[in-house]
């Protein structure tokens, strides 16, 4: 039997680059901020019979730094976080605060009428309200049973 030497900091180094990468894949941090990408917006889709709803979190974001494009299939929303910090001749501040661009492309899980969204921005909440497309609101198909023993398993 081979006796092996333990080292507890070498176990500790792999638990933190395990962690690291664990953290990094959470939240990433490093080719986003290289990127200029200060962060990415948190978001919420719901859907009903006749439109897809989607919150997106955008707090301390003025409105008229966003910019939001939506398409049949997908909503973007981009902007940027203006940096306020004012520090004094000899005092130090610390912000965790992300500052700068940011820019988020959300696809949508069925078409929409791109030219009917409604739009509500309050509290950094930014709300969208965007009715389906009438070709995807009507995709009920009805199966044909036929006499009640076998279908032939297509729709009307």
């Known amino acids: 039997m ?3 030497r ?7 180094e792999s ?3 395990q962690l690291n990468r664990l953290f ?3 939240a990433p941090t490093g080719r986003r901020e290289e ?3 200060a962060f990415i917006p948190s978001a919420e889709i719901q859907e009903t019979p006749d439109a897809v709803h989607l919150k997106v979190e955008i707090p301390g974001v003025d409105p008229k730094d966003l910019d939001v494009q939506v398409s ?9 976080r203006k940096s306020e910090i004012k520090t004094e001749e000899r005092g130090i501040t610390r912000t965790e605060f992300r500052y700068g661009r940011f820019q988020r492309v959300i696809p949508l899980p069925t078409r929409v ?24 609101r009507n995709k009920v198909v009805k199966v044909n049973l036929g ?3 076998r279908g032939n398993g297509q729709g009307q």
């Open 15 to 17: 638990l933190q680059r």
């Open 113 to 136: 009428q791109h030219d009917r969204v409604q739009a509500e921005y309050k509290d950094g909440i930014l709300k969208l309200r965007l009715p389906k497309a009438e070709e995807d």
């Open 24 to 26: 990094d894949e959470i």
């Open 2 to 4: 081979t006796l092996v």
């Open 35 to 37: 990127e200029g990408i």
């Open 147 to 149: 006499d009640g023993h």
């Open 72 to 80: 049949p299939e997908a909503v973007s929303i981009s902007g940027e």
């Open 6 to 12: 333990w080292e507890p900091f070498r176990e500790v």
